[in-house]
């Protein structure tokens, strides 16, 4: 397809261990145009970041091993590069925000040393122009007295202007796609929406596609174009923003929704949790992963793996039951359901 800036295609990441193999990514296969927003949601272990981090080349192997699958960057396959062309687009077309910035940022040097540091490299810019140019970045991000603050260091910084110097770092080569894993775990909700905000801003400014990699349904409402959810390293349900939040057919999607809450206070009724715990990826369930934590499993669950099935207007889902007429979303009581 025209215009396809990444593309993954069936991609497996497995970790080979004294236990067994972890199948940490299974099958994950999405397309991203520019200036979208892809949404990927999931519980922690889905295989959310696992699936950046095999992007991006940075798994280190052993014990990880690519099983099968590609990943393609305007065509070009980025698991079969050489790793000097990988570190030129690394950081550079494509840039990451990590999900805790006081580990990501080094301690040791200034935060103006270190958004300057991919400009000089990627850019071929002098120290001085370097500078400059980091300064104007943290402006944009919302950094006040940016010329002074970027002498400081990572400590010397609260967590939401960690996370701005972050995203200058990341925009500092002005990417082609922005991954943000867990942007705004670590800060308060005030914060949280200002860093939401301001990326995107910045998207519309500079037309950056993101992948935004969360646990929580409710950050990519309002930010994202298409979501994947993922569960034990797997895709499960996949479609536009209004298809899965407006006509969600798989029942994990469900149990994420009924897992957010209410913004009506005076509603007397208690978050609805998905009972248990999800699956360790060195022994995942047969059949549907899922099934075990299902409370509309049936016989047929537990033996047969449920494809990746489109249902219409690309709108895709991984449950056998999905196409059925009568299979419609009902609202579960979860605490009732019986173990």
Not at 154 to 175: K, T, V, Y
Not at 223 to 234: E, F, P, Q
Not at 292 to 318: E, F, I, N, Q
Request: charged share 20%.
């Amino acid at each position: 397809m025209a215009g396809e800036l990444l593309k993954l295609d069936d991609l497996k990441m497995y970790f080979h261990t004294r236990d067994g193999v972890v199948k940490a990514v299974d099958g994950v296969s999405y397309t991203l145009n520019p200036g979208e927003t892809l949404g990927v949601v999931g519980e922690s272990g889905s295989g959310k970041s696992v699936t950046a981090l095999t992007m991006m080349r940075l798994v280190p192997m052993p014990p990880g091993k690519i099983e099968g699958g590609e990943v393609l960057f305007k065509g070009e396959s980025l698991l079969t590069m050489k790793e000097e062309q990988v570190r030129d687009i690394r950081g550079n077309r494509i840039a990451m925000i990590f999900q805790d910035p006081m580990t990501s940022l080094n301690p040791v040097y200034r935060i103006g040393h270190q958004i300057a540091e991919p400009l000089m490299v990627h850019k071929g810019m002098s120290k001085a122009q370097a500078h400059e140019r980091a300064v104007e970045l943290l402006e944009m991000v919302g950094i006040p007295n940016a010329a002074d603050r970027a002498g400081d260091y990572p400590h010397q910084f609260s967590g939401g202007m960690r996370q701005r110097a972050m995203i200058a770092m990341a925009l500092s080569c002005d990417p082609d796609v922005l991954i943000a894993d867990e942007p705004t775990t670590a800060l308060d909700v005030t914060i949280q929406a200002q860093i939401l905000e301001l990326m995107q801003a910045l998207q519309k400014r500079t037309g950056t596609a993101i992948i935004m990699i969360t646990h929580d349904l409710g950050v990519v409402a309002d930010m994202a174009n298409n979501i994947l959810v993922m569960y034990a390293g797997r895709p499960v349900e996949f479609g536009t923003t209004d298809q899965v939040f407006y006509q969600p057919r798989h029942p994990y999607t469900w149990g994420l929704m009924d897992s957010l809450p209410t913004q009506n206070l005076t509603e007397k009724s208690a978050l609805h949790p998905i009972k248990g715990q999800p699956p360790s990826l060195l022994h995942v369930p047969t059949g549907c992963s899922f099934h075990p934590r299902c409370p509309y499993a049936k016989d047929v669950c537990g033996t047969m793996d449920p494809p990746l099935v489109d249902l219409g207007g690309g709108h895709l889902s991984a449950c056998l039951f999905s196409g059925d007429p009568g299979f419609e979303r009902r609202v579960v009581e979860y605490a009732e359901v019986p173990e």
